[in-house]
């Protein structure tokens, strides 16, 4: 997260929701996509192949097929800057629909939830993922939905935790090589600390 530093983006377009898995599952059937390495949730033994789940972001896909179904569907996976830019915007928020924590505008670890860090109060009906686009209040200001908490998000960046100290200011896409890469956003097991943008 530091140095936050401000940097200049060409324009780009970004998906508004998660990759579902019926989306996914398109990519499969054409031969794009390798399946999902699991074909459960956290709490539901069927989930990639089950019926009832078309509509819920796909989960268990490995950066190189997100970014193989990016490029099947006409894109790319963003940078890292880019999701960033999505997700707060000019402002610089800390959640993509502003600084305050709202539990009823993400998918977050709630009282669904089993680890201990988990807000004992509030309820979303959900104990591992929501369907895609569930929180429409949650929107970012380009109206992105789920870039906090449900599934976290790839991005074309490797990690490196010092590369906001030498970032380019115009386009960064971060370093050319790493040891992992870059995950944003959060998902349903994580606290309000842990979902910010």
């Given at each position: 997260e530091r140095p936050v530093h401000e940097v200049t983006l060409d324009a780009f377009w970004i998906d508004r929701t998660e990759v579902t898995n019926a989306q996914y599952a398109a990519c499969v059937a054409d031969g794009a996509c390798h399946p999902p390495q699991s074909n459960e949730s956290y709490t539901r033994t069927s989930y990639y192949d089950n019926p009832?789940?078309?509509?819920?972001?796909?989960?268990?896909?490995?950066?190189?097929?997100?970014?193989?179904?990016?490029?099947?569907?006409g894109g790319r996976l963003p940078t890292e800057a880019e999701w960033e830019y999505a997700a707060v915007g000019p402002e610089s928020y800390e959640y993509p629909w502003g600084d305050g924590f709202a539990s009823e505008r993400l998918n977050f670890c709630d009282v669904n939830c089993p680890?201990?860090?988990?807000?004992?109060?509030?309820?979303?009906?959900?104990?591992?993922?929501?369907?895609v686009g569930g929180y429409p209040d949650g929107a970012s200001w380009v109206r992105a939905?789920?870039?906090?908490?449900?599934v976290w998000e790839w991005v074309s960046d490797w990690y490196d935790a010092t590369s906001y100290?030498?970032?380019?200011?115009?386009n960064p896409i971060g370093p050319v090589s790493g040891d992992g890469r870059v995950l944003r956003g959060g998902s349903w097991l994580n606290n309000q600390r842990d979902a910010r943008a």
């Open positions: 009832a789940c078309v509509d819920y972001p796909v989960i268990y896909v490995s950066w190189e097929d997100a970014a193989a179904f990016a490029e099947w569907a680890f201990d860090h988990r807000d004992s109060i509030w309820d979303d009906g959900y104990a591992d993922t929501a369907p939905l789920d870039m906090s908490g449900n100290q030498t970032s380019p200011v115009e």
